[in-house]
């Protein structure tokens, strides 16, 4: 029996969404935040109204739009990576040590000055993504080229990350937690990052030979390599490419703030694993990884000002909302489609 939300046609998304399962979380989300609109209209006192008040103010967008950056860009890298064949379990790691570098880029150039006439904030940003990709490739060459367990070479990827950013800001800078640099880009500047790269991202998957390529990687790569296209070297370009996404959000989460905060899980908190999450929740598809990704980050932006408005709402059970949520589309809904020969090593026949 077919999903009578898929049946909906929405002629601008139509193009850029190509499974009804993608089609129905966009519709669904749509419906949910409309009712919760006509809800809280007419009961303007009650918690369901102060939800809506909060869910539809400028302050939530605006958070919502600063911790989206890094969920969504992170969530578009684990695509390349995964769709190639390589699983990236190592994105927080990833978002996590450009975080740093970009904050420590900065303070060294200093806000307000340049290098060869390239401002301070556009120097933070670049090498944050390349400490990513550094990092990425490294993960790369342990798996593709000593087909090392990927699972375990990831989480490897976060705990040196989340062991070494914080170890290198004690020394830098006195302490885990950075100085603040006085000067951010603004939530405009993330919110137009990830949009570019959503479609971008989407674009390269399935516009592009690349593209038929990554996914032929993931899916069949023997028969990638009979035609003659080297498997490893479209998996090295899947990992890089996630390194270089995850370099741009985490860079995007900590130059929102200026800062570098490393205490704890540091300032990134789980995003690269919610970013995981999102790429499987919207199914591989950019768009739908967008959505998954807005959808999170407008969770944590609401519990916090819930939480300011008086309602006792604990962080933990409120982070746990965006697994359960998967849980239950999932199976409702769908299931995500995983690239059958993802994780799988590949020893090409030349």
């Given at each position: 029996?077919?999903?009578?939300?898929?049946?909906?046609?929405?002629?601008?998304?139509?193009?850029?969404?190509?499974?009804?399962?993608?089609?129905?979380?966009?519709?669904?989300?749509?419906?949910?935040?409309?009712?919760?609109?006509?809800?809280?209209?007419?009961?303007?006192?009650?918690?369901?109204?102060?939800?809506?008040?909060?869910?539809?103010?400028?302050?939530?967008?605006?958070?919502?739009?600063?911790?989206?950056?890094?969920?969504?860009?992170?969530?578009?890298?684990?695509?390349?990576?995964?769709?190639?064949?390589?699983?990236?379990?190592?994105?927080?790691?990833?978002?996590?040590?450009?975080?740093?570098?970009?904050?420590?880029?900065?303070?060294?150039?200093?806000?307000?000055?340049?290098v060869l006439g390239v401002p301070a904030l556009a120097v933070a940003f670049l090498a944050g993504i390349a400490a990513s990709t550094v990092l990425s490739a490294v993960f790369a060459v342990v798996c593709i080229e000593?087909?090392?367990?990927?699972?375990?070479?990831?989480?490897?990827?976060?705990?040196?990350?989340?062991?070494?950013?914080?170890?290198?800001?004690?020394?830098?800078?006195?302490?885990?937690?950075?100085?603040?640099?006085?000067?951010?880009?603004?939530?405009?500047?993330?919110?137009?990052?990830?949009?570019?790269?959503?479609?971008?991202?989407?674009?390269?998957?399935?516009?592009?030979?690349?593209?038929?390529?990554?996914?032929?990687?993931?899916?069949?790569?023997?028969?990638?390599?009979?035609?003659?296209?080297?498997?490893?070297?479209?998996?090295?370009?899947?990992?890089?490419?996630?390194?270089?996404?995850?370099?741009?959000?985490?860079?995007?989460?900590?130059?929102?703030?200026?800062?570098?905060?490393?205490?704890?899980?540091?300032?990134?908190?789980?995003?690269?694993?919610?970013?995981?999450?999102?790429?499987?929740?919207?199914?591989?598809?950019?768009?739908?990884?967008?959505?998954?990704?807005?959808?999170?980050?407008?969770?944590?932006?609401?519990?916090?000002?819930?939480?300011?408005?008086?309602?006792?709402?604990?962080?933990?059970?409120?982070?746990?909302?965006?697994?359960?949520?998967?849980?239950?589309?999932?199976?409702?809904?769908?299931?995500?489609?995983?690239?059958?020969?993802?994780?799988?090593?590949?020893?090409?026949?030349?």
């Amino acid at each position: 029996m077919r999903n009578p939300i898929a049946d909906l046609s929405i002629p601008i998304l139509d193009d850029l969404i190509e499974s009804d399962y993608t089609r129905s979380l966009v519709v669904g989300v749509v419906v949910v935040f409309g009712l919760l609109g006509v809800v809280g209209a007419a009961f303007p006192d009650s918690v369901a109204g102060d939800l809506a008040a909060i869910a539809f103010s400028t302050s939530t967008a605006t958070s919502t739009a600063r911790l989206a950056a890094p969920i969504v860009l992170a969530g578009l890298g684990g695509i390349f990576a995964e769709k190639s064949g390589v699983i990236n379990i190592g994105l927080e790691g990833l978002l996590i040590i450009s975080a740093f570098v970009s904050i420590y880029a900065a303070s060294v150039v200093g806000i307000g000055n340049s290098v060869l006439g390239v401002p301070a904030l556009a120097v933070a940003f670049l090498a944050g993504i390349a400490a990513s990709t550094v990092l990425s490739a490294v993960f790369a060459v342990v798996c593709i080229e000593f087909k090392a367990d990927q699972i375990i070479a990831g989480l490897a990827v976060w705990l040196i990350a989340l062991g070494l950013a914080p170890f290198l800001s004690r020394v830098l800078f006195g302490g885990v937690n950075t100085p603040n640099l006085g000067a951010s880009v603004g939530w405009r500047y993330s919110a137009t990052l990830v949009v570019v790269a959503t479609l971008g991202s989407w674009w390269l998957l399935n516009r592009t030979a690349f593209g038929k390529h990554l996914r032929a990687s993931g899916e069949n790569p023997k028969a990638l390599d009979t035609v003659g296209v080297s498997v490893s070297r479209v998996r090295y370009a899947g990992v890089l490419l996630s390194g270089v996404l995850s370099g741009v959000g985490g860079s995007a989460l900590a130059l929102s703030i200026g800062q570098f905060v490393g205490s704890g899980e540091t300032m990134v908190q789980g995003k690269g694993f919610i970013a995981i999450v999102a790429y499987l929740f919207g199914n591989y598809n950019p768009l739908g990884t967008l959505g998954a990704g807005v959808l999170f980050a407008g969770l944590d932006a609401t519990q916090i000002r819930l939480q300011q408005l008086g309602y006792a709402i604990p962080d933990t059970l409120v982070q746990t909302i965006p697994y359960v949520v998967v849980i239950v589309v999932l199976t409702l809904v769908g299931r995500t489609q995983i690239p059958e020969a993802a994780g799988e090593h590949y020893e090409t026949e030349e």
